[in-house]
Nanobody, 125 residues
């Protein structure tokens, strides 16, 4: 059974930090890129970062570049997203998803085969 399980969300003040985890199972981890998406209330889901786990190539949307850091621990089939300098506008449900390596770096949701259930991040002002 394919699973992507996010964890690490929570409530934090402006300027604070969180580390999100995405634990993958049920598929060949190295064959996929893992992306992070978020969806705020009343807004469309947006992709914010992606990593091709086989070679470590990283991608960031401009709105999070320099504040968020994506990484992977291939031995644990886990991808992390370190969120620093958080702002109220970062409040959203954060999802991880898996797409074949050839689509690594894309934020087109339809290209992603597997999705996690999401974890809530709330940044208070």
């Amino acid at each position: 059974e394919v699973q992507l399980v996010e964890s690490g969300g929570g409530l934090v003040q402006t300027g604070g930090s969180l580390r999100l985890s995405c634990a993958a199972s049920g598929f060949t981890f190295d064959d996929y890129a893992i992306g992070w998406f978020r969806q705020a209330p009343g807004k469309e889901r947006e992709g914010i970062s992606c990593i091709t786990v086989s070679d470590g190539t990283k991608y960031y949307r401009d709105s999070v570049r320099g504040r968020f850091t994506i990484s992977s621990d291939n031995a644990k089939n886990t991808v992390y997203l370190q969120l620093n300098s958080l702002k109220p506008e970062d409040t959203a449900v954060y999802y991880c998803a898996a797409t074949p390596n050839e689509y690594g770096g894309s934020y087109t949701a339809e290209l992603y085969d597997y999705w996690g259930q999401g974890t809530q991040v709330t940044v208070s002002s």
